[in-house]
Structure formats: structure tokens, C-alpha cells
């Protein structure tokens, strides 16, 4: 039963379809059910609002601190570091992106090419 | 402030997402998937399907991973499931947002699938602005063309990426965490949105290292309520001492 356990040429397209598609496409279809229940400016809204926010806020955490790949060559200071400064610089412009994810990248590059330095 | 604009003016109006620097941050990390893919040895087919079906990059990044761990079915559908769950609430707060009374269910079960983080801060930030009976038009041409425009990058760039280095391919997984930090801080509306954010990124960290299976949906659900409460105790005492 794992990815390579067959050789059928459907069987790549059998497994993301389940553990791909239905897994991540189930909490979309329950989300719709249970937002046409909810009204706005309902308590309960605020609440799956701020929920939905958190989620993503833990997810973002979780991206920087313990990414899996390619990101990983990075120092996890130097990661922490540049989120910090490319977010100032987006807090100082008047919330512009460009900017802040501007910092953030140079601030990774240059960090990580003065870490490697001999 | 509301402006009189036809369904097919708002479905392309959200389609521009596509082309905003969040749009083309998307598509760089898009690139850098691609490149990832082609390091672990993934056919183009088999990247394009995952990213077409999944269209949420870090659940992309777990199924790769289980998959290559060996892992049976069930037990890479669970990990995929857990690393996902913040779609349902994501969709929940969504639907009210961009639903009219003459809105059908099956119309929103098949638009839910483009429910990621960039078309999403992008509808909640800019639908409140449109009427209501074209907002569902909106979050299609949102959603349906950064789906279809991106899982094309990734079947282009395939080939192209492959001798991607191993840093550049980090520096672009890098910048998806950094943009979504900044896209939801800028779309927030209120300030409950602001200390469901700090709450999110402080409870993460902290779950991760007390129960890692659970800790994405144990800091959305803590966070969550906490900061709703904290939003509401703060309203109340307004209300009382004007």
C-alpha cells in the first residue's frame, strides 16, 4: 500500500487522489458546510475567523522555525533574524510587501553568505 | 463604498491576483516546488497532479515526504489530513464573506478546492468592497486562475528548475512564510485578527515541542478562542466605560 508497492500506471493518481485530494479537499467541503450556517457579525464567525488566523499564524511558525528542504541549509537564527527585519521594513512602509519580503530575503542571502565566510 | 460592476468584470477583477506581488511570490515558490520535486525524483506528471490536487504548498511538502518515507496509504492520508486542517476554518470564514442567498452549495463545494492562503487573504481583503451578488465571481476568477496559472508554472519550470541550487530553492520557501506573515497582517480588519496572529505564532512554536502530531490545530483552536475572548472582554469593557 505504499507509493511504490505497484507498478499500475494508475496507481500514482489512485494515491494523491486519496491521501493528496480527499485529505485536503475534506476540510474545504466541511468549511463550506459549516460557514452557510454562520452569520456575520455572529460571535461564532469572530470566533472561526480568529481560529482560521491562528492556524495559519501556527503554520507560518512552523514554516520558519522547522521547514522541511531546502530551507533547513539555513541557519535557524539567521531565519528568525530576517522574518524579524523584513517585518519592520514592511511595519516602517506603510505595510508595503514588496518591501518587507525585499529586506527579508536580502537579510537571509547576506546573513548566510557572512555565516559561511572563511 | 460600493460600485456597480457585472459578474464577469469581477471574475477578472480577481484574476489579477494572479499578476500582485503575492500572486508572483506564489509562483516563485511554485518554481522552487518544481525544483524540489525534480530533486527527489518526481515526474512533471506527478508534480502537477500533486500541486492541481492538493493547492496547498505545505501539505504538498508532507505528502512528498511520507511518500518517500515509505509509508502505507492510510498513514500518509492521516499526515496529509492533520497538516490541512486549517482549511476548514479558513473556508468557513470565507463562505459567509462572498455567499448571496441565491448562491448553491454545490457551486461553493467545487470554488472551496481554490481555498489557499494567498486567493483567500486576497477575496476577504478586497470583497468587502464589491456588491454581494458578484463577490462568488470574485473568489472564482481568484482562486480558479492562480490555481490554473501556477499548477501551469509548475509544469513549465519542471524541466527548466531542475539545476536549481539547493539554496535558491530555499531562499523561495522561504519567502512563502514570510509573504503570508505580511498579506494577513495587512488584511486584518479589526485587531482580534492581530492577537489571533501573535497568540498563532507564539502557541505554534510551543505545540510543536509539547505535541507535535497536533500542534498546528492545537494552536489554531487555543489561539482561536483565546483571542476571541480577549476581543470580547476588551468590547465589553468598552461598551461600559465609553
Known amino acids: 500500500m505504499t507509493y511504490f508497492s505497484s507498478d499500475a500506471w494508475y496507481w500514482p493518481i489512485i494515491y494523491i487522489g486519496i491521501a493528496g485530494w480527499i485529505a485536503t479537499d475534506m476540510w474545504r467541503w466541511f468549511g463550506v458546510i459549516a460557514g452557510n450556517r454562520l452569520k456575520e457579525g455572529s460571535l461564532a464567525l469572530l470566533w472561526v475567523r480568529a481560529t482560521a488566523t491562528s492556524l495559519v499564524a501556527a503554520v507560518i511558525a512552523k514554516l520558519i522555525l522547522q521547514p522541511t528542504g531546502a530551507l533547513s541549509e539555513f541557519n535557524i537564527y539567521l531565519r528568525i533574524f530576517a522574518v524579524a527585519a523584513g517585518f519592520a521594513a514592511f511595519q516602517m512602509t506603510g505595510k508595503r510587501i514588496v518591501v518587507g519580503c525585499g529586506v527579508a530575503l536580502l537579510v537571509l542571502l547576506v546573513g548566510n553568505w557572512a555565516l559561511n565566510f572563511q | ?242
Not at chain 2, 484574476?15 to 511554485?30: D, E, P, R, W, Y
Not at chain 2, 509509508?71 to 492533520?82: H, S, Y
Open chain 2, 1 to 242: 463604498m460600493q460600485i456597480n460592476i457585472s459578474k464577469s468584470q469581477a471574475f477578472w477583477q480577481g484574476a489579477k491576483v494572479v499578476f500582485t506581488l503575492q500572486g508572483l511570490m506564489l509562483s516563485g515558490a511554485m518554481i522552487g516546488f518544481a525544483g524540489f520535486a525534480v530533486e527527489v525524483g518526481l515526474s512533471r506528471f506527478e508534480a502537477v497532479l500533486m500541486a492541481g490536487m492538493i493547492w496547498a504548498l505545505p501539505s504538498q511538502l508532507i505528502l512528498i515526504g511520507s511518500i518517500f518515507a515509505g509509508a502505507a496509504l492510510p498513514a500518509t492520508f492521516l499526515a496529509v489530513a492533520l497538516s490541512a486542517i486549517r482549511l476548514m476554518p479558513m473556508t468557513a470564514a470565507l463562505v459567509p464573506e462572498i455567499k448571496n442567498p441565491k448562491t448553491p452549495t454545490w457551486l461553493l463545494l467545487i470554488l472551496s478546492h481554490f481555498v489557499a492562503i494567498t486567493a483567500w487573504v486576497y477575496s476577504m481583503d478586497k470583497t468587502r468592497e464589491l456588491p454581494r451578488d458578484v463577490r462568488v465571481s470574485f473568489f472564482a476568477g481568484a482562486g480558479g486562475c492562480i490555481w490554473a496559472f501556477n499548477t501551469a508554472v509548475i509544469g513549465i519550470s519542471y524541466g527548466i528548475v531542475s539545476d536549481l541550487p539547493l539554496m535558491a530553492i530555499g531562499a523561495l520557501f522561504f519567502l512563502t512564510p514570510v509573504y503570508f506573515l505580511m498579506t494577513l497582517w495587512r488584511s486584518a480588519r479589526d485587531y482580534s485578527i492581530y492577537i489571533a496572529m501573535v497568540i498563532g505564532l507564539i502557541l505554534g512554536p510551543v505545540f510543536a515541542q509539547i505535541w507535535p502530531e497536533i500542534d498546528i490545530l492545537l494552536a489554531g483552536v487555543v489561539g482561536g478562542s483565546l483571542s476571541t475572548l480577549i476581543y470580547v472582554l476588551i468590547e465589553r469593557n468598552k461598551g461600559e466605560n465609553p
